[in-house]
């Protein structure tokens, strides 16, 4: 069969699925690229134009000055004031100019404007231009405003990143979000995993209430608990005469309120894993933790995986539990919350605030692109076989 045969033999319902997933992605992807592409653009060009021009320049108008009256020259019966008005930028055109601020392109370039009073004007798109007057120039003449419409070439920089990560103490945020977001998802990854094997495969009072429980926790918004687990953690903090702003607490925090999900999307997986294989292992006379560590470990990395991405994803874009525990000192600020204080500081700024945003999405990108293919097998396995 040919691969047109094969293609009209898809059914319309699957075509439509096919379309809709690709519109999605479109969808998805365009305010990504919009950032990316914006975070290395020059400033002034972002400024005046949107990203999707930026492959093709883009044009602001700007104001200039003509020349004085010691500079004219007289030629035949007219007197001349001549020079450049992008006198030291290169590669820059002009399209249009005008002598009034409601109309600043009123004339294309190389056209003769006539301002009366015997007075023309000539810009061209080099920027040279020729002011004459049939009478010499007077005082009241010199250094009249013109307004140009400058066309500019593409401009791409890097500095937009290197202030970003420089000048702006993002770099310093960026390393205590990558210290914050990894500890708390690799420790309720290895809470949760020996609690999923237990509520799976040990046989125990009160193992049902404890599902149950679970999947209570789920439901509980972190609003709800964040003032009674920070109320017992000060308190465990003024016991010990600990400081109170310290990573092991977030990542604590952190592993609290991502542990009840972890429990049961583990759990969901590893109950479905085949019983055979783990009464085999058992009847070899290994141990419960040798079966966990050598058999369902190794099996269960989709469903690690999963909870990976999800957990990963939460605390790397978490800004409330940050605040809370670890403050808004230079210190310990994480990514969004220097991203935040950006917004606030520096919120005409659109060049550092796209770069500041690329920044912070570009290691979730990474992660959800680099685990993605274990997402859906661990959850669909999960839901599937869970018992």
Do not use: C
Request: proline share 5%; net charge neutral.
């Amino acid at each position: 069969m040919t691969l047109s045969g094969s293609f009209f033999k898809i059914g319309p319902a699957r075509l439509f699925v096919h379309f809709a997933v690709l519109v999605i992605v479109i969808i998805w992807l365009i305010p990504t690229l919009g950032i990316f592409v914006s975070a290395l653009r020059d400033k002034d060009q972002l400024v005046s134009s949107g990203w999707w021009t930026a492959f093709a320049g883009s044009s602001r108008t700007v104001a200039a000055r003509l020349g004085q009256p010691d500079q004219q020259k007289q030629d035949g019966t007219v007197y001349v004031i001549a020079g450049n008005v992008l006198e030291g930028q290169q590669g820059r055109s002009i399209r249009a100019f005008g002598t009034r601020v409601q109309q600043p392109a009123a004339y294309k370039a190389g056209e003769t404007a006539d301002l009366g009073d015997g007075l023309s004007l000539t810009v061209n798109d080099d920027g040279s231009y020729r002011y004459t007057k049939t009478a010499a120039f007077g005082p009241d003449d010199g250094g009249r405003r013109v307004y140009i419409s400058v066309a500019t070439p593409p401009e791409f920089t890097l500095q937009n990143y290197k202030n970003v990560l420089t000048s702006e103490g993002i770099g310093q945020s960026f390393i205590n979000s990558l210290t914050v977001t990894i500890p708390a998802t690799i420790i309720p990854i290895l809470i949760a995993a020996f609690a999923a094997y237990a509520l799976s495969w040990m046989e125990f009072p009160g193992r049902a209430l404890l599902i149950a429980l679970v999947v209570g926790l789920i439901v509980v918004p972190l609003q709800m608990s964040l003032i009674p687990l920070l109320r017992l953690y000060n308190g465990i903090g003024s016991l010990l005469d600990a400081p109170s702003k310290t990573y092991p607490g977030i990542w604590f925090a952190h592993t609290a309120f991502g542990m009840p999900l972890a429990i049961y999307l583990l759990r969901a997986y590893i109950a479905g894993l085949p019983k055979e294989i783990i009464e085999s292992a058992r009847v070899d006379g290994a141990s419960d933790f040798e079966i966990f560590t050598r058999i369902v470990l190794p099996l269960s990395f989709p469903a690690l995986a999963s909870f990976a991405i999800f957990q990963f994803l939460w605390v790397w874009n978490d800004l409330l539990v940050a605040m809370v525990f670890l403050g808004t000192d230079r210190d310990h600020l994480v990514l969004t919350g220097a991203l935040n204080a950006l917004l606030g500081s520096r919120g005409g700024n659109w060049e550092i605030l796209t770069a500041s945003a690329f920044v912070t999405i570009v290691v979730p990108l990474l992660v959800f692109f680099g685990l993605q293919r274990y997402l859906v097998r661990g959850l669909l396995a999960g839901s599937v076989k869970g018992g």
